[in-house]
């Protein structure tokens, strides 16, 4: 499952830190927050790659109106309503990722591989019999099944590395020099960044008090290197029931609970070019960013059968909203003259708890079904990711609006296109799918190449036998993204060259699963005049 969306931003904000791009965008609002992506960060809590089940994976997501999987909880409840029997299943998956970052024109690649546990769930249905003993009966009541499910997935992977390596006339002390200066305050001052105070600490800055003025004691020409290691996930446990009214209209309603952990670990180390005047050799400054919390949010929908080949779908899933806590930390450590030990200091912010609200998600969707053979599905996924709103507390009011204003103007509706195929040969299942997912960006917002728009792919397999089943399905997933000065929101120019990357995602996801069967017993004993049989559980035949 790609990461679609902020994480990008939120990955490469340590790198530009490092630059000081992105403090000096923020600096005249974040002096009592700590400085991170929150409007990046938004974007990648919304947005999620195609989840769930093997079989929902397989066909990329698109499963609005196919149902009867536990993948499609999330996507359309109304799913549950096609289940004609109870059913359990468990989903690991590895990922394998490849980051290409380019940064004063270097080219750099990463690889990450990965194991995580993506899906575990059960389905309890009840099928309405009419046996003569009072039963409600088939033919004469039109609620015919219903289904209660519990369900967790991980609906985004957060793991991810980034490196970078270039050479540069300006170090980042220069940067927080002209910070501090901004900011009229010493870099030891104790409402100084936190960055910028370590620096102070191990003499990478200095202070003139008779001109009131901060000034970097790197002044050569150095060798820049950093890394980015971002981890954790987006978890959901999902509670769901379906109903089937009369074999045409199945309807659901689901209630989640999410779960975030994200970390950012990051550094950059400077070297000096050649002999340096004062003595200067090289400097290390490491960043942990921890953020985690939970949330709720809930989704409604409907399938609706106009013909025994076709099912349209619709669903709506409320805004989530979430109560986030922030731990910040760094470490600094600075060599002059040789000297082996150096000079270090660490410190950390305090920590900081927030709300974060994200956007409402519509889906749209229509399946055609070859008798017994085959179905072909398309989904249509909006959201108006320009709607996400934090929430500080009483206390930081003004940054809270200084944020929602940047998102709003930055970012607007995003579009995403699903389409996908399952065949079957007696007990064997091939699937096949494709997906689109348009930038989050309004138009002029996005850097020039890297929009941050999603393409993916995706294969898989299946066997179902009478009781068991298994599937594999992989997926393939490919993003270009930035990151750059104007993200603050101050139209500073573009002081130097932003970090741009290209990132390509593999996903496997194996499940394994039992089923129950309980077909209505009257079929076998007392068939009803004018009955038409209901459709049986999708994961047996179509």
């Known amino acids: 499952m790609i990461r679609f969306g902020g994480i990008y931003d939120k990955s490469l904000l340590p790198v530009f830190k490092a630059r ?73 998956g590895l990922q394998i990722g490849q980051n290409e970052a380019v940064y004063d024109g270097n080219h750099t690649n990463l690889k990450s591989t990965k194991f995580y546990f993506g899906q575990a769930g059960a389905v309890w249905t009840k099928v309405f019999a009419d046996e003569g003993d009072g039963k409600i009966s088939f033919d004469s009541h039109p609620l015919k099944a219903f289904s209660f499910a519990i369900n967790y997935e991980r609906t985004n992977f957060f793991y991810r590395k980034l490196q970078f390596d270039a050479s540069n006339t300006t170090s980042m002390m220069n940067a927080y020099a002209d910070v501090s200066n901004g900011l009229g305050i010493a870099p030891t001052d104790p409402n100084q960044y936190l960055e910028i105070a370590l620096a102070g600490t191990v003499n990478l800055l200095g202070y003139n008090t008779s001109g009131n003025y901060a000034y970097s004691n790197v002044n050569n020409t150095v060798s820049q290197s950093g890394g980015v290691l971002t981890t954790g996930g987006l978890d959901k446990v999902d509670l769901g029931f379906g109903g089937n009214i009369s074999d045409k209209i199945y309807f659901g309603l689901g209630l989640s609970v999410p779960i975030l952990n994200y970390s950012v670990n990051s550094g950059i180390v400077e070297t000096v070019n050649g002999t340096s005047t004062n003595g200067f050799e090289q400097y290390q400054i490491n960043s942990l960013v921890a953020e985690s919390g939970f949330g709720f949010t809930g989704n409604v929908g409907l399938i609706y059968r106009p013909f025994q080949w076709m099912r349209i779908g619709a669903a709506y899933q409320l805004p989530s909203w979430y109560f986030l806590g922030e731990q910040y930390s760094a470490q600094a450590i600075s060599y002059f003259d040789s000297i082996p030990q150096g000079m270090s200091a660490s410190g950390a912010y305090p920590e900081l708890s927030y709300k974060l609200h994200t956007p409402m998600r519509g889906t749209l969707s229509a399946s055609f079904f070859i008798k017994d053979h085959a179905f072909f599905s398309f989904d249509y996924e909006f959201q108006n990711l320009g709607s996400s709103r934090y929430n500080f507390g009483t206390d930081y009011t003004s940054y809270s609006s200084v944020y929602n204003s940047f998102i709003k103007s930055t970012y607007g509706y995003g579009h995403t296109l699903r389409a996908g195929f399952e065949g079957a040969y007696k007990a064997l299942r091939l699937r096949a799918g494709f997906m689109y997912s348009s930038t989050p960006f309004k138009t002029g917002k996005a850097y020039s190449g890297y929009s941050n728009s999603v393409m993916g792919a995706s294969a898989g397999i299946g066997v179902r036998l009478k009781h068991f089943y298994a599937d594999f399905s992989y997926t393939y997933g490919f993003t270009k993204d930035a990151f750059n000065t104007n993200d603050g929101n101050l139209n500073l120019p573009l002081l130097l060259d932003p970090v741009a990357s290209s990132y390509t995602q593999h996903n496997l996801l194996l499940t394994l699963g039992w089923k129950i069967s309980k077909e209505p017993s009257h079929a076998q004993h007392r068939p009803a005049q004018n009955y038409t049989p209901p459709p049986v559980d999708d994961q047996q035949q179509y």
């Open 20 to 92: 000081y791009l992105f403090i000096l965008a923020f600096a005249a609002f974040t002096i009592a927050l700590h400085a991170q992506d929150y409007p990046g960060m938004t974007i990648l809590y919304a947005r999620s790659g195609p989840t769930g089940t093997a079989r929902t994976a397989g066909v990329e997501g698109a499963f609005g109106s196919v149902g009867a999987d536990l993948g499609c909880i999330g996507i359309n409840p109304a799913g549950l309503g096609l289940y004609r029997s109870s059913d359990f299943s468990v989903t690991p």
